[in-house]
Structures are given as structure tokens and as C-alpha cells.
């Protein structure tokens, strides 16, 4: 069993940055591939960003690309997603999830899950 925990939600005004941890861990020290997805509202759950377990791959949404950024701390069960330029449509609750293999865009194919934190940006 993999336990998956993320932290750092919180309120920030538009343009604002803020950082999300996802810590992934096992019983052994494996090394996880990451996905960061969001939800608000009405709408489906939409992949954010990935990062693979040996940090080579890294993925983005469209909306992501150049504000958001994925990474691996230096223990290596941890992945901050770090959020900049913030935008109200950036309101969310944020999942991490976690699988063995490949980093991967569908959320369909992680099987551990956070229980999610919110984030909520202000005009």
C-alpha cells in the first residue's frame, strides 16, 4: 500500500505563487512517478502535472506551461508543484497520485490518490 498525502493549499490573490508538497511512500524506499490533477466545481478532474521517477520526464497541461513548475525534493517521496502567476480559474482542489511505471497524463492509470487540498485564487 502507498500512501499518498499532499499540503500547501491555501488563498492567494491573482498573480500570487504558492507551493503544493505530495509526499508518496511505501513499505520499501521505491520511487514513485507522480501526477498532479484538479477539480473544481462542475468539471472534471483535469491532469495538471507529471513527473516520472527518474525525474528525466516532466508533463504540463496547456494551462500549466510556463507558470507552474514539477519537482522532485531531495527526498525523493516528495513532489512540489510550485505555482505561479496565479488565475482565478486556478481554483481548485489539487489531487496528487502516485504509480509504479511511467509518468503518465490519465488519471485513470494511478492507482494511489491524495486526499486533495484546496487552493483558491482571488481576483
Known amino acids: 500500500q502507498v500512501q499518498v498525502a499532499e499540503s500547501g493549499g491555501g488563498l492567494r490573490q491573482a498573480g500570487g505563487s504558492l507551493r503544493l508538497d505530495c509526499r508518496a511512500s511505501?513499505?520499501?524506499?521505491?520511487?514513485?512517478?507522480v501526477g498532479w490533477f484538479r477539480q473544481s466545481p462542475g468539471k472534471e478532474r483535469e491532469f495538471v502535472a507529471g513527473?516520472?521517477?527518474?525525474?528525466?520526464?516532466?508533463q504540463y497541461s496547456e494551462s500549466a506551461k510556463g507558470r507552474f513548475t514539477i519537482s522532485r525534493g531531495d527526498s525523493l517521496d516528495t513532489v512540489y508543484l510550485q505555482m505561479d502567476r496565479l488565475k482565478p480559474d486556478d481554483t481548485a482542489v489539487y489531487y496528487c497520485?502516485?504509480?509504479?511505471?511511467?509518468?503518465?497524463?490519465?488519471?485513470?492509470?494511478?492507482?494511489?490518490w491524495g486526499q486533495g487540498t484546496q487552493v483558491t485564487v482571488s481576483a
Open positions: 497520485a502516485a504509480r509504479d511505471g511511467r509518468a503518465t497524463s490519465s488519471a485513470e492509470n494511478y492507482p494511489w
Open positions: 511505501g513499505y520499501t524506499s521505491r520511487v514513485y512517478a
Open positions: 513527473i516520472s521517477a527518474s525525474d528525466r520526464v516532466r
